[in-house]
């Protein structure tokens, strides 16, 4: 079964999302912003959510971990919790 590990981070605007895409592709670290910024416990770990199954997280966060590139930042992904920055780290098939 297709296994994948990311990080994100969770913020309520679309703006706000946008603009920590900008830092961090200007070279801001993803860890620092997603532990000043990110609504979601995960926040504290850098935005680290482990390793996780397809089904295991919302449709749209299965739709981008599960086809898009690895070591990008990918994103704004709106969900019912927000709007997310995602980093896949890892995948297996």
Do not use: W
């Not at 961090?24 to 620092?32: Q, Y």
């Not at 680290?48 to 590139?69: I, N, T, W, Y």
Request: one cysteine or more; aromatic letters at 6%.
């Amino acid at each position: 079964m297709a296994k994948a590990s990311a990080r994100h981070i969770l913020v309520d605007t679309e703006a706000q999302c946008e603009e920590l895409k900008k830092k961090i592709e200007s070279g801001a670290d993803f860890a620092e912003i997603a532990k000043q910024h990110s609504k979601c416990p995960s926040g504290r770990r850098g935005g680290d959510l482990g390793e996780f199954s397809p089904g295991q997280m919302v449709k749209e966060f299965d739709e981008v971990v599960f086809s898009a590139a690895l070591n990008q930042v990918h994103g704004p992904v709106k969900t019912q919790f927000g709007y997310h920055l995602l980093e896949i780290t890892g995948r297996t098939d």
